[in-house]
């Protein structure tokens, strides 16, 4: 394993969040050619459909997206500190609705997250641009190999399975009725 300097590490990490993960998360969404009896030649990069808007500030280890997709918009927000992933998805609600009302819709989701190594987590909070909405927080907790900076193997593993399960999440969302409309102004 190499060992990395501070800056060298800061900098994969801003790389990993605002060039990697943007480009992945384009693909949350995409056009499936028809079913032919061989390759269609389309590729995943010119099939892609979603639309990723992203903030980050230098030197920070996480990244706020917006992920437009399926009709929808998704604010995300992902944490990589060196060896570890937090995933953050955020849906707005209202009253009555709560983590004990909108976590059992995602069950099945979470059975499949936990499947490839994420501990899934709930609670409530509220929209953080406008802090009198109410919004529900999945947390995505995650642990990485020592060497994460320096395998780019590894890297494709997470970064692809965010995309699967960020798109999970949006699809069960959809099939639930559960809006995720993202904050005005973002």
Do not use: K
Not at 9 to 14: M, P, V
Not at 123 to 152: I, K, S
Request: with cysteine.
């Amino acid at each position: 394993m190499t060992r990395l300097t501070i800056d060298e590490a800061q900098q994969r990490i801003r790389l990993f969040l605002t060039g990697d993960m943007v480009e992945a998360l384009r693909a949350v969404d995409y056009e499936s050619p028809p079913l032919a009896d061989r390759p269609s030649g389309l590729t995943l990069e010119a099939a892609r459909r979603a639309a990723v808007r992203f903030s980050h500030v230098e030197g920070a280890s996480d990244c706020l997206y917006r992920v437009d997709a399926f009709d929808e918009s998704l604010v995300m927000r992902l944490q990589l500190n060196v060896r570890r992933f937090v995933a953050i998805y955020q849906i707005p609600v209202a009253d009555p609705v709560a983590s004990a009302t909108i976590s059992p819709h995602f069950e099945r989701w979470a059975i499949g997250a936990g499947h490839a190594g994420w501990t899934i987590g709930w609670r409530d909070g509220t929209d953080p641009w406008q802090p009198d909405r109410r919004a529900v927080e999945t947390y995505c907790y995650a642990m990485l190999p020592d060497d994460f900076l320096d395998n780019p193997l590894e890297q494709l593993y997470w970064r692809t399975d965010l995309v699967q399960m960020t798109r999970a999440f949006m699809l069960e969302a959809r099939r639930m009725g559960i809006r995720l409309a993202a904050p005005e102004g973002m």
